[in-house]
């Protein structure tokens, strides 16, 4: 598991060719893009959440 993890000099090499790839200008394009994934995902993760807890509440319901 030790292989997995990613230490601060990986973490700067992958920054050091994401600017050489893309360029400065549009890092600030990719960043707002990957937020506005992240934020989707946590969404999408919480709306399960809540459909499987009304399910465990309309089952508790119907057996009480």
Do not use: A, C, Y
């Not at 030790?2 to 994401?18: F, M, N, S």
């Not at 989707?40 to 089952?59: A, Y």
Request: proline share 2%; aromatic share 4%.
């Amino acid at each position: 598991m030790h292989l997995l993890t990613i230490g601060t000099t990986e973490i700067i090499i992958i920054l050091i060719l994401v600017l050489l790839l893309f360029g400065g200008r549009k890092i600030p394009e990719l960043m707002k893009g990957l937020g506005k994934g992240v934020k989707n995902f946590k969404d999408g993760m919480n709306g399960v959440d809540e459909d499987l807890n009304e399910k465990k509440e309309q089952e508790k319901q119907s057996k009480g």
